[in-house]
């Protein structure tokens, strides 16, 4: 019987084969996903922060991509503009809730009148819950914060809002923690949250006591400590170290250095703000405190600070020994006015190179006393340099000014409506 000539899948499979006795090539293993990853929304046009950081949106988007179960995001607010960068952050939502993951969004009250769409079409689609939390009830001041729990295991926190122009229009800064006791206890926070949104009853902080602080870690083949805070005290698991309380404990152990960065600065509440009225000069005295015992201390400050309420206190600060300010202003962006945008956002202090303060806190008294925010301290060399040298990046910008006596710097315009010549975007 005549023999068929072998197939081409057949000749295809052998030609496959690896040669006799050489062993066979497997793949690289993958590294290992760090405990500990920073994010970066940095502003289109300008050079600000580290491009080899992965943004926001990307680790958003992964992050959601990986939930089984349940997904909960806590954020000021949620706004949207056709696309944007923000939109393929929505549409991943929207795939989540679709296969079955469980997703709440909680968003301030306040703002959410201001931005009620997308939030509203949201909390519409399957398997997708939003609320909104008056924290001026609560507190006397909003909620602030911005992160995301994923499964009870992995988290987000950082300066970034659920708004298209966090993330590329506004520089800021955040982390994702592959660590779940820490996911757990920022879950608690949420769940905290999520109960006091009913205004019809009084709910108790969930604290399921996830873990001791510090929790333990390894990256970089370095060993590190990591703890999560919270403000304000009274509304957070009592397991859970007050934010005001670590980050002030940070400053007073500085021996070298201290680098911080935020978008505004004051030792009072001003009239019109959330928790107006609480005074509180704990950062500040630590800060001046740290400078007499030769510590170097160096400030970017937002220009939103600039004629603002705060701007005494930031002056004062910059006027002692040992103190240097600068005030940053990111560049207008050629495609049009942004308003509430083009500005320094990022929220973050690093010690002696090697403690890094990450959170959602602007460095006002309110926010610690009567604003839900949240936090980690990380004492972590590499961690801290990398936050260190975004710092040094936005320090040595050409647009960010050092705030001395008689230099004086104009009100720049960030509201709604734009500066006289400018064209509002998308107009």
């Known amino acids: 019987m005549r023999r068929r000539a072998p197939s081409w899948l057949t000749l295809l499979a052998f030609a496959l084969l ?237 021996k070298h250095e201290i680098v911080a960065q935020f978008l505004t600065y004051g030792v009072g509440g001003a009239p019109g703000r959330a928790g107006s009225g609480n005074a509180d000069s704990t950062l500040h005295k630590a800060l001046v405190a740290a400078a007499g015992r030769g510590v170097k201390v160096k400030l970017i400050v937002s220009d939103w600070e600039i004629g603002g309420r705060g701007e005494p206190d930031l002056r004062a600060l910059a006027a002692t020994p040992g103190i240097e300010v600068k005030v940053s202003q990111v560049p207008d962006w050629s495609g049009g006015y942004i308003p509430f945008a083009r500005v320094e956002h990022c929220k973050y202090m690093v010690a002696d190179s090697s403690w890094l303060w990450l959170g959602t806190s602007n460095w006002e008294p309110s926010y610690f006393s009567a604003t839900r925010n949240v936090a980690i301290t990380v004492h972590h060399r590499p961690l801290a340099r990398r936050a260190r040298g975004i710092f040094e990046a936005d320090w040595n910008a050409p647009t960010a000014t050092t705030l001395a006596n008689g230099v004086t710097l104009a009100k720049r315009a960030h509201a709604e409506t734009p500066p006289p010549g400018a064209t509002l975007y998308g107009e």
């Open 18 to 254: 690896p040669l006799a006795g050489a062993p066979a090539r497997l793949p690289a293993a993958a590294p290992p996903a760090p405990p500990v990853l920073l994010g970066e929304s940095r502003p289109l046009e300008t050079a600000l922060g580290d491009p080899s950081l992965p943004t926001a949106a990307e680790v958003w988007v992964d992050m959601i991509r990986g939930a089984k179960t349940r997904l909960d995001l806590e954020h000021f607010y949620l706004s949207r503009k056709p696309g944007e960068a923000l939109d393929p952050v929505l549409d991943e939502l929207g795939r989540a809730s679709a296969r079955g993951v469980k997703v709440r969004l909680l968003l301030d009250a306040g703002m959410h009148r201001t931005y009620p769409q997308p939030a509203d079409s949201l909390g519409r689609l399957a398997n997708f819950s939003v609320r909104v939390i008056d924290y001026h009830r609560i507190a006397g001041g909003v909620q602030h914060a911005k992160f995301m729990v994923v499964d009870d295991r992995e988290a987000w926190l950082g300066s970034q809002n659920l708004d298209w122009r966090a993330l590329s229009h506004i520089h800021e800064l955040g982390a994702r923690v592959r660590l779940e006791p820490v996911a757990k206890t920022f879950a608690d926070v949420f769940e905290t949250d999520w109960a006091a949104s009913d205004s019809t009853s009084k709910a108790e902080p969930v604290d399921r006591k996830p873990g001791k602080w510090p929790i333990a870690f390894e990256q970089d083949g370095e060993k590190g400590e990591l703890w999560p805070s919270a403000s304000p005290k009274p509304q957070s698991p009592p397991s859970l170290p007050w934010d005001r309380d670590v980050l002030a404990g940070r400053l007073n152990a500085a």
